[in-house]
């Protein structure tokens, strides 16, 4: 039997109840219906979510009919949440939406230092985090502390590393070959430097007006979909059974308010420097293909964050502009806000992540919400320093390399580049046709063609 992660009913179910309890469905109006949902699945001998992995036990898909139907009917219960997914209402719902920019000086202005730093930073940041992803907090920690990296302030290592902690704490088994210290050469693969990639492609094939269904299409031609998790696989399969964007979103996708979209959204921020407003309408466009709500929050927060480091001064600055473009009554808003209150009150960055835990710790690890304000609190505190960003967005536990690439975006954009120690030999992998060995000061060079009218 093939147990393929992320898209089988009875993996997903679990998901989905747990999404039912974050979104208000399994506390509002209809909380009976979602309840009496619940117990048949568990009274069938249904599991709850894995807490880390993709697949659950092989013996579930014995109920997989079951799993599917009860998908269907929780899909049908409304959350209560004022949390909207179409542009209009998220525009509605955000009292400081930036105005129009000066789009054409902004552009004309941005130094290529900057945009290459973003391109960078977001490589190193997570290259940092790849082999350390899914190891939790207190981990990452034992394996700096072991080898004399912490605080963290360069790439993790074998090299004397304790046997003891190399048991309790594995590497992640496909980045440890290409991602330490003694072994990277280059910049290795991953879906955190895939999706900007396809984000530039949509530009350059189908300009500033493209839409979610350019973005369906391209993905069905240039990306694998063995090299797609989460929400991303299930709208993969879901276009592949001919569900049009944004059903493609919605169709048994519990995975809709998890970080993909996110880590999508950078390059529609840097092809809109300046100009917050029309990088997250651009994000929205590509995030509404696999996420709804905060799921797409988050990724126009970054686009809008992105757009303003090529031109801002400070973090605060940045962020203020990521929140702009957030409905302020959303889960995401409140997150963010509070944990950048945290960042600049705290002078103990191991403080800030204490809290963090404490509000997130019953999100998944890959959930927009608590990446998105871990990466926001290490912003601020990290106070422009680009080593001591990404090292707080990895040592943080959640989704390292997402979380890394995201931090280390803005902080090298801010900084107009990183420093020396934080830089590979130019040279990308990548499976996506055309781009593997590009070098990032290319995509830089062509990223700035981007912002061209």
């Given amino acids: 039997m093939i147990r393929l992660t992320w898209v089988q009913p009875e993996d997903l179910i679990g998901h989905e109840l747990r999404q039912a309890a974050e979104d208000g469905r399994a506390s509002g109006p209809d909380a009976e219906r979602v309840r009496k ?56 719902a955000c009292p400081s939406w930036p105005g129009p920019a000066a789009r054409s000086a902004e552009r004309a202005a941005v130094d290529p230092a900057r945009v290459l730093g973003a391109w960078q930073g977001r490589a190193a940041g997570c ?36 046997d003891d902690v190399a048991r309790r704490w594995p590497w992640n088994r496909r980045s440890a070959v290409n991602s330490l210290a003694e072994n990277i050469d280059g910049i290795p693969e991953d879906d955190d430097l895939n ?34 998790f989460t929400a991303e696989r299930v709208a993969y399969r ?36 300046g100009d917050p407003a029309t990088a997250a309408e651009h994000a929205w466009r590509d995030a509404r293909l696999t996420h709804t709500a905060n799921g797409i929050y988050g990724a126009m927060f970054v686009a809008a964050m992105c757009a ?20 302020e009554r959303s889960r995401l808003h409140e997150a963010v806000r509070l944990a950048a209150a945290d960042a600049a009150r705290e002078d103990d960055f191991e403080r800030v992540v204490d809290l963090l835990h404490e509000r997130h710790d019953d999100l998944h690890w890959v959930h927009t919400t608590n990446n998105a304000a871990l990466v926001a609190a290490t912003l601020i505190h990290g106070r422009g320093d680009f080593t001591a960003t990404i090292a707080g967005a990895v040592a943080g536990g959640w989704d390292t390399d997402s979380a890394g690439a995201t931090a280390g975006s803005v902080a090298g954009a801010l900084n107009g580049g990183v420093p020396d120690r934080w830089r590979m030999r130019d040279s990308l992998a990548s499976s996506l046709t055309g781009y593997d060995g590009v070098g990032l000061a290319a995509l830089a060079a062509r990223t700035q063609e981007m912002m061209k009218p």
């Fill in 308 to 327: 303003a480091a090529l031109v801002a001064t400070s973090p605060e600055e940045v962020v203020r502009a990521g929140l702009s473009v957030v409905p």
């Fill in 238 to 273: 879901n276009l592949l059974d001919g569900v049009e964007p944004p059903a493609t979103a919605t169709r048994r996708n519990p995975f809709r308010e998890w970080i993909g979209a996110l880590i999508r959204a950078d390059v529609y921020g840097w092809s809109n420097p």
């Fill in 195 to 228: 999706y900007p990639l396809l984000a530039l492609s949509v530009l350059e094939r189908h300009g500033r007006g493209f839409t979610t269904d350019d973005v369906a299409k391209l993905w069905l031609d240039e990306l694998p979909a063995g090299r797609t």
């Fill in 127 to 162: 290259v940092l985090g790849k082999p350390v992803e899914k190891i939790p907090r207190e981990g990452i920690r034992q394996i700096a502390e072991a080898t004399g990296n912490w605080p963290i302030r360069g790439w993790f290592t074998a090299e004397g590393l304790p």
């Fill in 37 to 92: 949902i619940a117990a048949r699945w568990h009274g069938a001998g249904g599991h709850d979510a894995p807490p880390r992995a993709g697949a659950s036990e092989p013996g579930a898909a014995r109920l997989r009919d079951l799993a599917g139907e009860l998908l269907d009917e929780l899909a049908a219960v409304p959350s209560p949440l004022p949390e909207p997914s179409d542009l209009d209402g998220i525009i509605a």
